[in-house]
């Protein structure tokens, strides 16, 4: 899952990348709104984090101009700006939740993980395809009910797929969910990580020409 933080506070910024990362999230950040508008109308996002009060563009405008271009990324607005009439606005700009600062990296996490639980294989934080089980929250996956043990990326990867079941998935998209935007990415990167899911029991097929799929079946 790969996350937008536009957030002019450096140390703001840089400490929910740190956290976020910690949790397996490849993250990206904008210092600034103008940047931040050009990452998140350009690049392919699972989720963005948005402060209003931004130098260049400020949020509510970042967020009104992404859905009037229908950019349909889900949006969690993080402001000091904790008024009623704030966070009525804030939604009805189009953002899909409202937090205010200050705030716990736990509750932050909590939201995370809401606003990404949309598809149908999804139950709580435990996703499912075949005979898979990943559980989001626990970073443990199971094959048959027998525990699988996978380094950070591969669990990554692994959830990617997962959340996109029968879906045929191209390497660049993998690429631009999985990894962030300054990854150094080899040529073969995606393949080696795929060798070593299916190494671990976990069939991933090769669509020749178009990228790879994980059946749910």
Not at 106 to 111: G, H, K, Q, V
Request: glycine share 6%; aromatic share 8%.
């Amino acid at each position: 899952m790969r996350i937008l933080v536009i957030e002019d506070e450096r140390r703001i910024a840089n400490t929910i990348k740190k956290g976020l990362e910690q949790e397996r999230y490849a993250v990206d950040t904008a210092y600034d709104g103008t940047s931040g508008y050009d990452l998140a109308s350009s690049e392919d996002y699972d989720l963005i984090l948005l402060d209003l009060l931004l130098p260049g563009i400020d949020g509510m405008t970042i967020c009104k101009n992404l859905r009037t271009a229908k950019v349909e990324t889900p949006i969690l607005i993080l402001t000091a700006k904790g008024q009623i009439e704030d966070k009525i606005a804030g939604l009805n700009a189009g953002a899909d939740d409202y937090l205010t600062k200050p705030f716990s990296f736990e509750e932050l996490l909590a939201r995370i993980r809401a606003l990404t639980r949309r598809p149908k294989n999804v139950v709580s934080n435990v996703l499912k395809a075949s005979d898979l089980e990943l559980d989001i929250e626990n970073f443990k996956v199971t094959k048959k009910g027998k525990r699988v043990k996978l380094s950070s990326k591969e669990f990554s990867l692994l959830e990617y797929f997962m959340r996109h079941p029968d879906k045929i998935i191209s390497k660049d998209t993998i690429i631009n969910h999985v990894w962030d935007y300054d990854a150094d990415i080899l040529p073969n990167t995606v393949e080696v990580y795929i060798r070593n899911l299916r190494k671990k029991g976990i069939d991933v097929e090769t669509e020749r020409g178009f990228g790879y799929r994980l059946s749910s079946k």
